[in-house]
């Protein structure tokens, strides 16, 4: 468990960018940066690409339970990681940090 830092780093940053985002873009409204990379800020309540996006909201709180489930399964693998096992529990660590928010 003590490389739980570094998913709080994650979070931290993940909330950061998204606030940055909500403060200096504009929904919808491309923001170029070098050509062929263009910043826009959107929002999506379902899935990848969308999906269930049209639902009638069941989909968040779906998606929401299967990534506390995903999270405390990673949390419990990390808890019995051995201390060589550095890489794994920095690449779980990652993903805990990405899968909360």
Request: charged share 15%; with cysteine.
């Amino acid at each position: 468990m003590r490389w739980l830092w570094i998913a709080i780093i994650v979070f931290g940053l993940d909330r950061f960018t998204k606030h940055m985002a909500e403060a200096y873009l504009n929904a919808y409204t491309e923001l170029p940066i070098v050509p062929g990379f263009n910043l826009t800020l959107s929002y999506n309540k379902g899935a990848a690409f969308s999906f269930l996006d049209q639902a009638a909201g069941w989909q968040t709180w779906f998606f929401g339970s299967i990534a506390v489930l995903v999270t405390i399964g990673i949390l419990v693998w990390l808890s019995r990681l051995s201390s060589r096992d550095r890489w794994v529990s920095i690449a779980l660590s990652l993903v805990v940090g990405g899968c909360i928010r």
